[in-house]
Nanobody
Framework: QVQLVESGGGLVQAGGSLRLSCAAS????????MNWYRQAPGKQRELVAQ???????YYANSVKGRFTISRDNARSTVNLQMNSLKPEDTAVYYC?????WGQGTQVTVSS
């Protein structure tokens, strides 16, 4: 069973950048879709970005043009580069594959 561990969250000012990483304990080569979700206080968890094994990507409209998802199958990692951060990006960010979830990493953007 693959386990996922996120890292890279923190506190940043609006307009700043953060890079989130998701490390898988096993190979992600056979996993098609790797996802980043986020959940803000009082809100539902939402899909932020997805990358398939072929490299196709999806972004939520709210992050399009600011966030970039990437994956390295050899290192079993999935990254989320977040630029031009806004206060509304504040949330716990989760890495996901199939029914597997990481523990989440907090991102806080101050105005």
């Amino acid at each position: 069973q693959v386990q996922l561990v996120e890292s890279g969250g923190g506190l940043v000012q609006a307009g700043g950048s953060l890079r989130l990483s998701c490390a898988a304990s096993g190979s992600i080569f056979s996993i098609n879709a790797m996802n980043w979700y986020r959940q803000a206080p009082g809100k539902q968890r939402e899909l932020v970005a997805q990358i398939t094994s072929s490299g196709s990507t999806y972004y939520a409209n709210s992050v399009k043009g600011r966030f970039t998802i990437s994956r390295d199958n050899a290192r079993s990692t999935v990254n989320l580069q977040m630029n031009s951060l806004k206060p509304e990006d504040t949330a716990v960010y989760y890495c996901n594959a199939r029914a597997i979830w990481g523990q989440g990493t907090q991102v806080t953007v101050s105005s």
